[in-house]
């Protein structure tokens, strides 16, 4: 065989597997993607799953569009990398600032591979077919009706709610603690309505609710605004009888909601690891042991965020303090900040 034939025969011998490699590893449509409503959490849980990948894992990012109302109005997209494997069952979740009630919304996914194994130019698979999410078939039959059932919000936010109507041609007017505030037509049987920068009235909360004239019924909801988490102030810990530290803060102005109480205060110390839930939200106790220094860390929690403010506290004279206490002397050891 001339040498040329040689070359060209080597040639695709060499190559034949790689194309063959490659075209094994085209990437098929994500698949099996189903839309699930909760209406609680408001929140749509996406799952899918791939198949035919060509190694039993695969480093992969997908695309999610989600419309809301029609197809192209798409509102929000996220593009998520994670290792999947053959026919495992992928979840992402999305919360809606919309009550779901609202309006219907549309979920649809790409994907590529982004293994570095792969040899082959990375493209994005075809889109899956839209999957319709839609909680509007799951409301009741009343004329008027308010979402969400109630709500739970930090001082300062901007809140969003809606009205359905089974009347488009009847006139809905909506008030916040009896202050008339307008809405927007989303479409002819809804509207929404956003509050902002929404205000701390009371722990019982805020009354919003909705009138129609064609039958005065006036649904509404309870908004329950929580005081932004302040820092603890004035951390300090101390000791009579060094057995136990004693330590207090001063809170600030923290309001926890009546409704929906998770405001709560732990104290931690680093050297041991030590973690302690504490009962009241202006004091703590540790219990002492063979530590001299306690590196504490105070921390301040609630539904919406975290607030934390540290504490050296040293246990000097240990023996000092003995003696004193044998002879009925109060000895104290306080440190602050």
């Known amino acids: 065989m001339a040498p ?139 004329p008027l009706l308010v979402f969400p059932k109630e709500k739970q919000v930090e001082e300062g936010s901007d809140v969003t709610l809606c009205y359905v109507s089974r009347h488009p041609q009847s006139h809905v007017v909506c008030k916040l603690n009896g202050i008339l505030v307008p809405g927007e037509q989303l479409d002819p049987h809804v509207s929404v309505v956003t509050l902002r920068s929404i205000s701390f009235v009371s722990k019982t909360g805020s009354n919003f609710f909705c009138e129609e004239d064609r039958n005065h019924t006036q649904p509404g909801l309870a908004i329950f605004v929580t005081k932004v988490l302040e820092e603890p102030k004035g951390f300090s810990c101390e000791t009579r009888d060094l057995k136990t530290l004693n330590c207090t803060w001063d809170p600030g102005s923290n309001i926890d909601s009546w409704k929906f109480p998770c405001q709560r205060y732990t104290l931690f110390e680093s050297f041991s690891g030590g973690k302690k839930s504490c009962k009241d939200k202006h004091w703590c106790s540790w219990q002492v042991d063979s530590q001299e220094t306690y590196n504490f860390t105070l921390q301040a929690e609630n539904c919406f965020r975290k607030r934390n403010v540290t504490l050296l506290f040293q246990l000097a004279h240990r023996g000092e303090a003995r003696a004193a206490a044998a002879m009925g002397v109060s000895v104290w050891h306080r440190a602050g900040w």
């Open 4 to 142: 040329v034939a040689v070359f060209q025969a080597a040639f695709l011998l060499a190559w034949l597997p790689l194309s063959t490699y490659q075209s094994q590893a085209v990437l098929s449509e994500p698949l099996s993607l189903s839309v699930h409503v909760n209406l609680t959490e408001q929140s749509l849980k996406i799952e899918w799953s791939v198949h035919n990948l060509t190694h039993p894992e695969l480093q992969m990012a997908f695309q999610i569009e989600i419309s809301r109302i029609n197809k192209s109005n798409v509102i929000w997209v996220e593009n998520y990398t994670t290792t999947a494997q053959q026919n495992q069952t992928l979840r992402r979740m999305w919360k809606s600032e919309l009550p779901l009630e609202c309006a219907t919304h549309f979920v649809r996914i790409r994907g590529k591979d982004e293994d570095p194994r792969m040899l082959q130019r990375r493209v994005w698979s075809s889109w899956s077919s839209w999957v319709k999410a839609e909680a509007q078939s799951l409301l009741g039959p009343e």
